[in-house]
């Protein structure tokens, strides 16, 4: 049976303003990209709304687009075209993908380099699929931070988030103790029926409390906060000197005030992290082939992705702002009509 064909227009949603409104999105009938050499064509199956996202569309993401732009950085599909050998080969295949530069993953076709793309094994579905780049790499990437630093015991927040989640199977797996913050009694719950020996609820009045019991007790001189704000400071005064908090997230949206001190007598750092230079910085390298190796052999296990709902792409609007009001529940994903 050969290829479906082709049209020649496609739908896409389009960001018209960095103010974080879903007001300012709007879906467009545009022209089906084409393929140039080293590029493939992906029909869309599902992308995934993720924090990221809804950074970039309040114009606080690592980088901006000329406007109008289409948001998403993520998605899984159908490669339907090619621009060059290499890529023909993968006509008619599932792939994951990831897309910084150009125009987002929020549309019914997309042009992405045929490096950015993987294939997808016969187990697991498209809208698993549709996540397999940001989450997954990222908690990869974290807790080969902790087995290459060779830190005892490591704590993370949002851990009811689904990287949150995937940070927990991981530890579990790796066996370095895990403290786990997050900030309702039901998360504790959800978390303790995962198998997580350690979660501290940040609404608590005795939590910076616990949370200094814990992290000296266990000796935890690694926190990944992808919270920021106060929550941030918090982390590093409940660390033993030397420690470390690797903020990779702003869920708050809050900026964190820290006493000159603790960088000053306790040796304490406070670093960035963000995946997209993970991958820049030594492409390739030792680190990423091991992500590339390990990732999707553990996906659909210890890296599968709660969804909550699927929404067409004409109610994007509606897509973001549930993406935005409750993340624990799972994803929200974005489908072609």
């Not at 042009?111 to 997954?136: I, K, Y």
């Not at 949370?211 to 007790?217: D, G, I, M, V």
């Amino acid at each position: 049976m050969g290829q479906p064909s082709i049209p020649e227009i496609m739908r896409a949603v389009v960001l018209s303003a960095y103010d974080g409104r879903p007001d300012s999105l709007r879906v467009e009938e545009r022209p089906v990209p084409e393929p140039g050499p080293g590029e493939v064509l992906v029909r869309l199956a599902a992308a995934p709304i993720n924090p990221a996202d809804l950074m970039f569309m309040r114009g606080q993401y690592g980088l901006k687009k000329a406007l109008p732009a289409v948001p998403g950085f993520e998605a899984s599909g159908t490669v339907v075209a090619a621009g060059g050998i290499a890529g023909r080969l993968m006509v008619g295949r599932r792939v994951a993908f990831g897309t910084a530069q150009g125009d987002g993953t929020w549309s019914e076709y997309i042009r992405v380099p045929l490096g950015h793309c993987l294939p997808l094994r016969a187990h697991v579905s498209d809208e698993q699929g549709a996540t397999l780049f940001v989450n997954p790499f990222t908690a990869w990437a974290l807790m080969d931070m902790a087995r290459q630093g060779k830190h005892r015991a490591v704590a993370q927040t949002a851990a009811a988030s689904a990287l949150g989640r995937m940070l927990l199977k991981l530890a579990v797996r790796e066996r370095i103790p895990l403290v786990n913050v997050v900030r309702r009694k039901e998360q504790v719950e959800l978390l303790e029926g995962l198998g997580a020996e350690h979660v501290v609820d940040s609404s608590e009045p005795d939590f910076e409390e616990r949370l200094h019991e814990l992290f000296h007790r266990l000796g935890v001189t690694l926190a990944f906060d992808a919270v920021s704000g106060p929550l941030t400071a918090q982390l590093l005064r409940a660390m033993p000197a030397g420690g470390c908090v690797t903020v990779y997230g702003s869920l708050s949206g809050q900026e964190s005030s820290i006493h000159p001190s603790a960088f000053i007598f306790e040796r304490k750092r406070v670093e960035g992290f963000w995946l997209a230079d993970w991958f820049l910085q030594d492409r390739f390298g030792p680190k990423q082939i091991r992500a590339l190796m390990g990732v999707p052999a553990l996906f659909g296990r210890e890296m599968e992705t709660p969804v909550r709902t699927r929404l067409e792409l004409s109610k994007a609007r509606e897509a973001v702002t549930l993406a935005a009001g409750e993340m624990t529940s799972g994803k929200v994903l974005l489908v072609p009509g």
